[in-house]
């Protein structure tokens, strides 16, 4: 079945440094949905990415769909602690009535 | 709106027990879904419905069951409860499929532990 792999697990950071998660797939995606998860928290959607060589940004984040939409990652610029938590991607296959497939997250350490 | 309500938000149960979490939407929201997501990892899919009357297995369904008899209820039921099935379950909801425009949101979780 499909897996989307993302790495790295855990990322710690100091505060004002960047950070960047990336996520593959073993299968092309129809598109790839970003979600973060403050700790104790449920998933909030993030931005959805469809086309092939997308780029979207969000204030300091910026998130990049690959050619052969097999990839994406996040970018976060100059963190701050209140980007704490784990970020997850997840992946859709062409129909999507079953929903994403996602990632493990990497989760994001951030010391001040 | 108070978007996706989940009900307990913790339990503890011993194991070969039963229960059942509620999950109700109030965004009219045609699709619903139950994820699990254990400690440091990704969720899993269990269950989704695509409307009333309709359900589908996920990728984890063993030990699970479902319904879907009202566009607003998508309970998740738990026989002959397992310590394997200590995990946060979420509950969530999309308009129509995860495709452009329609994003997933979800439950505030429920914590659940078998002992």
């Known amino acids: 079945g499909q897996q989307v792999m993302q790495i790295p697990q855990y990322q710690h950071v100091q505060e004002g440094e960047d950070f960047t998660t990336y996520c593959n797939s073993s299968t092309t995606l129809s598109n790839i949905q970003w979600y973060k998860q403050r700790p104790g928290g449920h998933p909030v959607f993030l931005i959805q990415?469809?086309?092939?060589?997308e780029v979207k940004k969000q204030k300091r984040l910026t998130f990049q769909f690959g050619e052969a939409k097999k990839n994406s990652s996040l970018h976060i610029t100059a963190t701050q602690t209140t980007d704490v938590g784990t970020y997850f991607c997840?992946?859709?296959?062409?129909?999507?009535?079953?929903?994403?497939?996602f990632g493990k997250g990497t989760h994001l350490i951030i010391q001040p | 709106n108070a978007g996706v309500t989940q009900t307990p938000k913790f339990r503890i149960l011993k194991i070969g027990q039963s229960m059942t979490l509620q999950c109700t939407q109030d965004?009219?929201?045609?699709?619903m879904y139950w994820y699990r997501q254990d400690p440091g990892m990704g969720l899993k899919l269990i269950y989704y419905s695509v409307g009333a009357g309709i359900t589908d297995k996920g990728e984890v369904p063993n030990g699970y069951n479902v319904s879907r008899s009202t566009t607003e209820d998508f309970p998740l039921r738990l026989e002959l409860a397992a310590p394997s099935q200590t995990s946060v379950y979420f509950c969530?909801?999309?308009?129509?499929?995860?495709?452009?425009?329609?994003?997933?949101?979800f439950g505030e979780g429920s914590w659940l532990t078998v002992v």
């Open positions: 990415l469809v086309k092939s060589g």
């Open positions: 969530a909801s999309s308009l129509a499929e995860a495709k452009a425009g329609n994003t997933i949101y």
């Open positions: 997840a992946g859709l296959r062409g129909g999507g009535a079953d929903g994403l497939t």
């Open positions: 965004m009219n929201h045609n699709y």
